[in-house]
């Protein structure tokens, strides 16, 4: 295909593709998936080898928020039957990010339901980092608290804090289909004020909300411009109790191509699968890993993810291999125009261009290794940021703590064009609140 030919030209010498080019991934058919995934997956391997980064999300506040993000469980007025739970002590959160990086994660996502941090908020996460940073120095802290107000970018980096979340979502021209009580512009702001803190950018979208191909291009585009360092891509998990409940309208291949055509648009990015990728990839997952090179262990915010030992499993068996604390993620260029701007650009590899080496990631193809090697950070967390991901409705049975297992589904034909599931099916097979870990007495998944 000329098409994947040109892309992958593109991809290998860091170049972002014509919004046409993009545009045409998402158009391509199902007969040319794995041809789309194998051009994509070179670029992947160009700058990032086979590592994959694991991330650890601890849910610090939960529930209860004023905002009204309509994917989300935790917004104003949700029926859903999530962990409610005020912050977290320092030692608790510490206590959760421990499990995670004993589990290989290396980045730690502390999230925050709420419109925005207050001053006392920050001393807060100020203590948090403080107590996981005492327990483990290499470990990489990512903040999602919403908004950000003046200087507060500036005291989280001066606590420690090495990365901050604040999803796009989705189009400039959509946004406010989906949240009324705060608008893209305050997205793209937050964003900034991360940026230009010298915190490393973590900005990312949610796909399946309704939205077209045309926005989907338009956000990713949105979000390499805004300089982005990693870019989570969440599927919305369509939940009872949101205003996008019936909104099942994703299938593993269609989340493929937007991955790809996330890994094209972005080559020398880390790109993270984040939420949605059990219920909407299911036995698709592999694949995804030659597309993106993150994904989050273990549990999310609201939701439980596959077991952590699943996901370790998955890496393994794909012929993949989890990043280390001593690598960088990003490419050496990307790390050190992070590091001259004052980010953490570098990840735990500490520095900029640490840990990187000129060439050769294993795996990679001899014209990959010509250029680079792989250092950086990227991350992200929770879906306050936008990308957490929308977490699943509770039934009665899971309020009463049996085993959960809800949600609204669908099948892989309603994305392409076939025989869509009933929009009102519950699919108790792939989706669970999260009832264990952080804010809970039992010991979290990772
Ligand atoms: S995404 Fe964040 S700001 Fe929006 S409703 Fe959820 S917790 Fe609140």
Known sequence: MDLLDTLTAKGLRGETPTREEALAVLATTDDELLDVVAAAGRVRRRWFGRRVKLNYLVNLKSGLCPEDCSYCSQRLGSKAEILKY???????AAEAAKAGVSGGAKRVCLVASGRGPTDRDIDRVTDT???IKDADPAVEICACLGLLSDNQ?????????DAYNHNLNTSEGTY???????????RVD?????HGAGL??????IAGMGESDEDLV???FALRELGSDSVPVNFLIPFEGTPLAKEWNLSPQRCLR???MVRFVNPDTEVRIAGGREVHLRSMQPLGLHLANSIFLGDYLTSEGQAGQTDLDMIADAGFEVEGMGESTLPRHRADVAAAAGGCGTGTAGGAGGGCGPAAVPGEDADTAAVGGGCGTGGGCGPCGGHGHAAPAATADQAAGQTADQATGGTADQATGGTAAGADEVRTDLVRVRRRGAGTELAPNA
């Open 218 to 220: 338009d956000v990713v």
């Open 86 to 92: 005020t912050w977290l002590k320092p030692g608790q």
């Open 190 to 194: 937050t964003v900034q004020k991360a």
């Open 129 to 131: 980092v403080a107590a």
């Open 200 to 205: 490393s950018a973590c900005s990312g979208l």
């Open 176 to 186: 406010g289909d989906i949240a009324t009580t705060h608008t893209y512009a305050d």
């Open 258 to 260: 937007i991955l790809a």
């Open 153 to 161: 970018a500036e005291r989280l980096k001066a606590a420690g804090v």
